[in-house]
């Protein structure tokens, strides 16, 4: 996979410089189109998929730490979603940032612990997936913020593209991007 990714962008770029820096990030392969980023509280630059972007970017602005993250794509029925810390930078909780930012109306948070399902269950994921995209699939519209009550950990915001395109828009963004480098789904089709 990763020589085929170099074969093509040497064969789009004439050199190997988007590789190189693509092999000194901590994802060395992106599925989706992508932009580079650096966030504030790291120095090394990552690929993430363009789509989302600059919502990643206002989140940092407003001291967010984010950390995985993946564009929504409604064609395929998946969603994008972002992992933040549940405190920011300046030790805010996370989750009254963003109801002040986007508005309590046009969120739907809800608990880790509401999708009944036990760790050790041997279908433990197939499970969590399917109580949370019932919950997802009734609020497409909505920006869906699944919450943990343990401290320091990860809470996961999710959304379509319907709901990407709504946070843009009361955020007054958009997802253009200048430069945008094929990620390895672009490189096989």
């Known amino acids: 996979m990763k020589s085929l990714l170099k074969r093509k962008y040497n064969e789009l770029y004439g050199?190997?410089?988007?590789?190189?820096?693509?092999?000194?990030?901590?994802?060395?392969?992106?599925?989706?189109?992508?932009i580079f980023l650096c966030p504030p509280f790291e120095n090394?630059?990552?690929?993430?998929?363009?789509?989302?972007?600059?919502?990643?970017?206002?989140?940092?602005?407003?001291?967010?730490?984010?950390?995985?993250?993946?564009?929504?794509?409604?064609?395929?029925?998946e969603y994008g979603y972002i992992?933040?810390?549940?405190?920011?930078?300046?030790k805010k909780e996370v989750v009254g940032v963003l109801q002040k930012i986007?508005?309590?109306?046009?969120?739907?948070?809800f608990n880790k612990n509401v999708l009944r399902v036990k760790i050790e269950d041997d279908?433990?994921?197939?499970k969590l997936n399917k109580q949370r995209n019932k919950i997802l699939s009734?609020?497409?519209?909505?920006?869906?913020?699944?919450?943990?009550?343990?401290?320091?950990?990860?809470?996961v915001m999710f959304f379509s593209e319907q709901g990407l395109n709504r946070i843009y828009k009361i955020?007054?963004?958009?997802?253009?991007?200048?430069?945008?480098?094929?990620?390895?789904?672009s490189c096989t089709n």
């Open 102 to 109: 986007w508005g309590e109306e046009n969120m739907n948070i």
């Open 123 to 126: 279908d433990y994921s197939e």
């Open 15 to 34: 050199n190997n410089d988007v590789y190189d820096r693509l092999k000194q990030c901590s994802y060395t392969m992106n599925y989706n189109n992508y």
């Open 138 to 155: 009734k609020n497409k519209k909505k920006i869906n913020i699944e919450i943990t009550t343990e401290e320091n950990t990860h809470n």
């Open 171 to 185: 955020i007054g963004l958009t997802s253009k991007q200048k430069n945008v480098i094929p990620g390895f789904l």
């Open 83 to 90: 992992t933040f810390l549940n405190i920011t930078s300046n």
């Open 44 to 77: 090394k630059e990552f690929p993430c998929d363009y789509k989302i972007a600059n919502l990643i970017k206002f989140l940092w602005s407003h001291k967010i730490i984010t950390a995985g993250s993946n564009q929504p794509n409604d064609e395929k029925n």
